[in-house]
């Protein structure tokens, strides 16, 4: 064989070897009896300790887990438990007491988030998916633990014909024999089954190789197991339990109420098609954009849903046509105008002293505001502020015509929405619920964690880049608010926040306890954002920064392109791991008196007459609520680290 | 311009022309240790300079005055005739005629190589997209590697990142270069096709300030060696004279333990 020959060869071996690594993610699977011999019982290592060792762990652990899993079961599934207290509670725990007339906004509210998911869902750049042997393994552990659960679970108690539970002479319940209750369990039995049946079909009719090669699209498979779950409210007997302004219907032997089934089946139509609509765009070329447009409606959509659709305000148009269009347009206008005139070429130092004459401007109709010296519309005196800042980037986009433009179509579209935006939220709301604040319920406490979250993260990048910024005097004051904030509980921030903040506001200017509150959490988060975002920044190397001043970039631009694109990415695991804090924090609103999910589930519902002192399953439907979404949001984290390579310079 | 008349000067030649550098008795400290002590050179237009000099003899530190990455503290240094003060406005002025290429590369690692090369250009130099990218494209074909244009940094081998930071570094035409030890960070066999950008790039009547160990490059490409010690510059001169007849002792003694 020539040596030319040879080349050839094993450049195709080598091509394949690489094709083939890309394809398997997973190890080879060992025989099961091997698989289990080596990582339980510690065979292999030839070495008898290490045999004994590994059996001991794996008992007393295997024990130790059975024995929380039976005690978990028995829990759940005893005769003692009032679920029905969370099914019939299903919607004071999510709304609390918002209007039925009214409740059309909520489902639309969760239509818009369902579909805004499904675009982002359908443009998303998706990995391989789901290989066989996952979704082998994955019926196998699931259809495993049915089982077993049938097994582990206690037999049912006996009981009387009027349903009440025969007791012994020790007031114990009396319970059915084992062959009894194996028999009893008929649709537990028939979810395993079913689930390990499809496990081995999958094993056993597919080799090895070929469990690991072949892939199912991870989001269509979501997708289909979802919809099967939604289908069911119109074939399966969930049982019908609602508490409404009318009061509690019980009825077990039943389907939902189409109250229920109708707006989940339009809500899954809705993800479905937005989904698919994703997936059309995603071929265009256009696709990054498309993915930029929707990440954008979703930092809207938590106003838009908040304002327009769960307050619906009512609007004053003779007031708005004659004070608030004139204003917006005025800002519009002028400050475009402005701002056109500072992105002119050669406008030099003139533009800066303009934009910092700006600034001050803005600030001090603040300090005018408090000292009582003039009135003035708070949205004037924040679009000032805007304007300022808008005008201290201008230098940014000084250029031909097309350059400019960009600033002033940034400008007139930013000035648009918050316009329309505040417009909105001060005006009187047409959804009348009976307590203070606009709803309760997990909704409260998701809205509280969102705008949580969309106003901490800035101010949170904005103290970390003063606390390392060069200037002594940003550091110190950075330095001092982020290290008090920190040695503060969140609980004290929160009860000085809910009564005492209106003390020291000028009148006029109140909140409410409810966005007092919020205000508490977003200042106590962006103090701990910062200290993440700053580890970020220092992971940034010298270089970085002498490359960019090499190149003349000005501190802005610096900032803007390189260090914060870079610094974010290096604490995606911490800040998301403050934003699943914020979310769980969020349930201390129940101490300082909002009906949030936490209190409707300690408080209200125990409170109920047909449901007096129910507490526990509350406690451990809402936790698993709580658990579902920290860790959806914790598994977004990974993939986005692994989307952006983090630590793979 | 062939490629004779750029590497050698008559003495009336240079003088004739414009003076690109002027470092004149420039100080540094850093605290208490005193890095540069009256360093005083002039660099004319089109010319190549090579610093040489043991590790800590200030050669970084000098280099990276004249763009302001570090600030002197005495003397003065002026940059195609414009003075570095504290005047932010100058410090842009001299930032946008002097590109600097730097021993690690510091490439931007989060964003394409293209990207790389046309971030200062629309955002500094004010350039429509379109015309930065075309610039960026050119000047990817000029140092060797335009098939590499939308990779990320990472992905490129250490002579190819060099080479992409030198085109970064001219994306903003500038009229000197400073290089500080381009090929220090590379393996022996990289360092030869970044040694041919440098020198295509000396041909072609750029004013070049380069910081190396590379003997060879020194002795084919510069006009002026310039020979510095513990923040002073001990002798300067051609090549050929400081190669084979230098009169410094400690000159003598510095070339006896590298060559
Ligand atoms: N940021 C700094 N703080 C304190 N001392 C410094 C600093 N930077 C450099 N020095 C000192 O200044 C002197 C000159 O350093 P410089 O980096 O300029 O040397 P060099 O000639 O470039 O050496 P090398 O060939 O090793 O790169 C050295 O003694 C160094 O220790
Ligand atoms: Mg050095």
């Known amino acids: ?649 | 311009m062939s490629i004779s008349d750029a590497t050698t000067f008559t003495s009336d030649e240079m003088a004739s022309r414009a003076d690109m550098i002027i470092s004149d008795g420039v100080d540094k400290w850093y605290g208490d240790f005193q890095a540069l002590k009256g360093v005083t050179a002039t660099i004319k237009e089109r010319e190549v300079v090579v610093v040489l000099g043991p590790s800590g003899s200030g050669k970084s530190t000098w280099i990276r005055c004249i763009n302001r990455l570090e600030q002197h503290q005495g003397g003065r240094i002026a940059v195609d005739g414009v003075e570095l003060t504290n005047d932010t406005r100058n410090i842009e002025k001299i930032r946008r005629e002097v590109g600097m290429v730097f021993q690690g590369f510091n490439l931007f690692p989060h964003i394409t190589v293209l990207d790389n090369i046309t971030l200062a250009p629309i955002w500094v130099r004010k350039k429509p997209r379109g015309e930065a990218e075309q610039l960026g494209r050119d000047l990817l074909e000029r140092v060797g590697i335009p098939e590499q244009a939308d990779k990320f940094p990472g992905q490129l081998s250490g002579g190819q990142q060099q080479r992409v930071a030198i085109a970064r570094a001219l994306a903003m035409e500038p009229r000197i270069m400073l290089f500080d030890e381009p090929t220090s960070a590379l393996d022996p066999e990289m360092i030869k096709e970044v040694l041919d950008v440098m020198k295509e790039l000396a041909r072609s009547g750029m004013t070049m300030m380069v910081v190396t160990h590379e003997m060879g490059f020194a002795r084919e490409v510069a006009d002026r060696i310039i020979f510095m010690e513990s923040g002073e510059i001990v002798e300067v001169g051609p090549p050929e004279h400081f190669f084979t007849n230098p009169t410094e002792d400690r000159t003598k003694l510095f070339l006896s333990q590298i060559l």
Request: charged residues 15%; proline residues 4%; contains cysteine.
């Open chain 1, 1 to 649: 064989m020539s040596m030319s020959q040879l080349d050839a060869e094993t450049t195709t071996i080598l091509a394949k070897l690489d094709a083939d690594k890309a394809l398997r993610p997973d190890e080879p699977s060992l025989p099961v009896g091997e698989w289990m011999g080596k990582n339980l019982f510690g065979m292999g290592q030839g070495s008898p300790w290490a045999v004994v060792r590994s059996t001991l762990l794996t008992v007393l652990f295997g024990l130790l887990a059975l024995f929380s899993y039976r005690g978990f079961l028995n829990f759940v599934f005893s005769e003692e438990r009032r679920w029905d207290a969370v099914r019939t509670n299903l919607r004071l725990l999510f709304t609390q007491a918002y209007p039925d007339e009214n409740y059309t906004r909520v489902w639309v509210t969760v239509a818009i988030v369902a579909a805004l998911a499904g675009l982002s869902l359908g443009l998303m750049k998706v990995g391989r998916g789901l290989s066989m042997k996952r979704i082998a393994t994955w019926c196998f552990a699931w259809g495993g633990l049915i089982v077993v659960g049938i097994l582990l679970r206690e037999a049912s108690a006996l009981t009387n014909a009027d349903g009440s539970i025969q007791l012994d002479v020790d007031k114990q319940p009396i319970r059915e024999g084992f062959i009894d209750k194996l028999g009893e369990r008929g649709t537990w039995w028939v979810l395993g089954l079913v689930l390990l049946v499809i496990g081995s079909v999958i094993w056993f009719t597919l080799g090895d190789l070929r469990r690991r090669t072949t892939f199912v699209p991870a989001i269509p498979f979501g997708l289909v197991t979802l919809g099967l779950f939604i289908s069911s409210v119109w074939w399966f007997n969930w049982g019908n339990y609602t508490f409404t302004d009318d009061g509690f219907t019980f009825d077990p032997g039943n389907k939902v109420a189409g109250s229920t089934q109708m707006p989940w089946t339009l809500i899954f139509v809705v993800l479905l098609v937005a989904y698919l609509i994703g997936q059309f765009l995603l071929r265009s070329e256009r696709a990054g954009t498309f993915r930029g447009v929707v990440n954008g409606l979703w930092l809207l959509a938590p106003f838009v849903t908040f304002w327009v659709v769960l307050r619906g305000p009512v609007i004053d148009w003779s007031h708005v046509l004659s004070t608030h269009l004139p204003m917006a347009l005025g800002f519009i206008v002028l400050g475009g105008a402005l701002l056109w005139f500072l992105t002119q070429p050669g406008i030099g130092e003139k533009g800066r002293i303009i934009a910092v004459a700006l600034i001050l401007f803005a600030l001090f109709n603040w300090l005018a505001a408090f000292m009582g010296w003039y009135p003035m519309l708070q949205k004037a005196r924040l679009s000032f502020l805007f304007l300022g800042l808008a005008a201290a980037i201008a230098p940014n986009f000084i250029g031909d015509a097309k350059q400019r433009l960009k600033l002033i179509y940034g400008w007139v579209g930013f000035m648009t929405i918050f316009h329309i935006l505040v417009t909105i939220i001060n005006t009187p709301s047409s959804v009348e619920v009976p307590t203070e604040d606009f709803a309760g319920g997990f909704m409260i406490t998701v809205y509280v964690a969102v705008f949580t979250m969309i106003f901490s993260f800035p101010l949170g990048v904005v103290l970390a880049l003063a606390r390392t910024s060069r200037l002594p005097l940003f550091r110190m004051l950075s330095t001092v608010y982020i290290e008090v904030i920190r040695g503060v509980p969140l609980i004290t921030l929160l009860f000085f926040f809910s009564v005492f903040v209106n003390l020291f506001l000028p009148e006029g200017m109140e909140l409410s306890g409810l966005a007092a509150v919020t205000v508490a959490f977003v200042l106590f988060s962006a103090a701990y954002l910062a200290e993440n975002v700053r580890g970020g920044l220092q992971a940034i190397r010298r270089g970085q920064y002498e490359a960019s001043d090499a190149l003349g970039l000005t501190t802005v631009q610096r900032t803007m392109f390189i260090v914060l694109p870079q610094g974010l990415r290096v604490s995606i695991p911490p800040l998301v791991g403050q934003v699943i804090a914020t979310f769980k924090e969020t349930s201390l609103l129940a101490i300082v008196g909002v009906f949030d999910f936490l209190r409707i589930a300690r408080d209200v519902i125990p409170a109920q007459t047909e449901f007096l002192g129910v507490k526990q399953e509350n406690l451990l439907f809402i936790s698993a609520v709580y658990f579902i979404v920290s860790y959806s949001m914790s598994k977004y984290s990974q993939r986005l680290e692994k989307q952006l390579g983090v630590g793979e310079r």
